[in-house]
């Protein structure tokens, strides 16, 4: 019992709360640090084999970093050739797939299929890091042939 209420000092849940959708600029963002906020995407079906449905899919709304990217997909790429996706950090005017890669290495669109893949991050921190108005922009590469129902999920870390 006392683990449970140490971690509830340690990391209070917070106070139930309404938003009207008007009054978002009254947000503390800082009352938010060290938060976990789970961005998830998805491009459904056969979609997911075209590649001008990837891109951007989340505008970063206060400072945080990248902490967690998973990947799952249902059906698996059968293309010859590598089939990858990768996360990106786009800042400022940066176009998609022009910007900075979060992930140390791509996951494969060709692993088995319903099965959650984690990608290892980047040690350069400045690329995990989020600004207020970064995006986060899904990079495909290959040819993603018979590819379908592509979801990831961005563990970001509030600062």
């Not at 938010?32 to 989340?58: P, S």
């Not at 970093?65 to 050739?81: C, I, N, P, R, W």
């Not at 996706?85 to 786009?90: N, V």
Request: proline share 4%; hydrophobic share 40%.
């Amino acid at each position: 019992m006392q683990k449970q209420i140490n971690e509830l000092k340690r990391n209070p849940p917070l106070a139930d709360h309404f938003h009207t959708g008007l009054d978002v600029s009254q947000v503390d963002w800082k009352s938010l640090k060290g938060r976990k906020l789970y961005v998830h995407h998805t491009i459904q079906g056969t979609a997911a084999a075209t590649g001008t449905n990837y891109g951007v899919f989340f505008i970063v709304p206060a400072p945080c970093y990248l902490s967690s990217f998973k990947e799952v997909h249902q059906t698996a790429g059968s293309d010859g050739g590598a089939v990858t996706l990768t996360l990106e950090k786009l800042t400022g005017t940066t176009a998609p797939d022009s910007g900075s890669v979060m992930p140390a290495s791509a996951l494969s669109l060709k692993a088995s299929a319903n099965t959650v893949q984690t990608g290892t991050l980047t040690t350069t921190l400045s690329n995990l890091n989020l600004a207020i108005g970064d995006r986060l922009c899904m990079k495909d590469s290959g040819t993603l042939a018979s590819v379908a129902n592509v979801t990831v999920v961005c563990e970001l870390t509030m600062i």
